[in-house]
């Protein structure tokens, strides 16, 4: 098992933007597409208050680089993410990690 921790810096004021595309789209697309979220954070406390960090579950690298690349290239997610973007972007940058967990992780 692989975990991807992905972390989204939202442009100021556009959080509520960002976390409804996820809410109201991003998450059918997914769930069609078999990508499985394991959970979703929002930074109560901490640098950057415009943030939402994720984490996504995988069988493996070649099942990541599939479903992902079907995803970026899904036509309802094109236009959804037009779409949330028609008065400019929503998200300045994002970073991605990919976690194997230890033996000891609670998480496998």
Known sequence: MIYEQ???SAIPGRL???LA???EH???IWKRLGIEPAGF???AIGPDSNQLTYFLRW???AE???KWSSFVTDDEWLAVRSASEANGPIVERIASSLL???DFSSVQ
């Open 100 to 102: 194997s967990p230890t």
């Open 64 to 66: 990541r680089e599939a």
């Open 16 to 18: 509520p933007d960002l």
């Open 21 to 23: 595309r996820f809410r």
């Open 26 to 28: 991003t998450l059918g």
């Open 6 to 8: 992905r972390v989204y």
């Open 41 to 43: 954070w929002t930074t």
């Open 59 to 61: 069988e493996s690298l």
